[in-house]
């Protein structure tokens, strides 16, 4: 249900956003404006400063800031396994993802690494809610203690 909230909240967000840019249809253009403003803004802060600045911002608009999410345009019927993931990361990122995760088992590599990571900042009992978000197969690097 809250996240129909934040979806709800988000497409109001691009709209009022698009209204005020002078192109109410255009929530395209909005994303890319709120993506981009929102970049610009917390490279130009100190990063104890960018952190406080962020951590304001609604989570809806932290979605769309975070490398163009789009609200109400995600593939979660489709993100089942780490071949989803890697074309996810290949579209998201064009530049570096071949570079970054050439193969299926470097993306595998590369996302235990990260759970492993979030790990020691996510707190002990909100560690099975994450888990639970995550589709069978890629809930189960998080339990995945080395990385091989």
Known sequence: MA??????MGKVLLFDLAEE??????????????????YAVTNMLEFNASIAFLREVPLYAKGVHQWGWQVGRNQAEHAQTVADLRQEL??????????DFP???????????????????VKDERWPYL???LPEDLASFLEQRAIS
Do not use: D
């Open 131 to 133: 888990k639970a978000q």
């Open 21 to 38: 840019l002078g192109e109410p249809q255009n929530s395209g253009r909005a994303a890319r404006v709120l993506n981009s403003v929102l």
């Open 103 to 121: 193969t299926e088992e470097s993306t595998a590599v590369a996302l235990k690494a990260v759970f492993r990571a979030l790990r020691k900042h």
């Open 3 to 8: 996240e129909l909230k934040h979806e709800g």
């Open 90 to 99: 290949i579209n998201i990122n064009h530049a570096y993802a071949h570079r």
